[in-house]
């Protein structure tokens, strides 16, 4: 199974939602909080700013998750998680996605569906790949962290200005010496 398209979705809410949550500089007010879900294809305009202390809570719920040093780390939260969750999968086929998975029925709050969507699509995201495509921004000084769904799965920065950065400063020290 590839953690492309609409997988890749719930995955990069789950790694946005923890930076905006968890990260020096985030910004975890409820415009940003909706800003996630429209960005990545949730259901935003369901989004209540009554919604935001759940979502505040879930992002710091995930975070162990990328900071995770083994994969059997990773399983023991993601498997109590699972347990915690309340989920009922069944197919749905709307636009865009097509046919597809949801996790929670559509009368869950909006929360219990971000919820179940991004740690059943985290769960298939390590069973595929393990833990090579997540963790925390290797730049000096950044605490962001990232979840790589693309092909090459080779990133280790949040964004391309931490590897840009962290790429001059080693060219710089190489020059040096």
Known sequence: MRITGY?????????????????????DSADALRRILRDNEFFWRQFRDGDADDFRAWGRTLRPF???????????????????????????????????MHY???????????????LMNLAELIVEHGLTRTGVCAADGCDRVYADTSRA??????????ANRTNVAAFR?????
Do not use: I, W, Y
Request: hydrophobic content about 40%; charged content about 20%.
């Open 104 to 118: 929670a029925p559509p009368s869950s709050r909006l929360p219990d569906r971000f919820r179940a969507t991004t």
């Open 153 to 162: 799965g080779r990133r280790r920065f949040c964004s391309e200005s931490c």
């Open 7 to 27: 997988k890749s979705h719930g995955v990069a809410a789950a790694a946005a939602l923890v930076n905006a949550v968890t990260s020096t500089g985030g910004d």
């Open 173 to 177: 020290a190489r020059r040096r010496t």
């Open 66 to 100: 990328f900071e995770a040093a083994s994969v059997e780390d990773a399983m023991a939260l993601l498997n109590g998680l699972l347990l915690q969750v309340p989920m009922h999968p069944h197919l749905a086929d709307h636009e865009p996605h097509g046919l597809h």
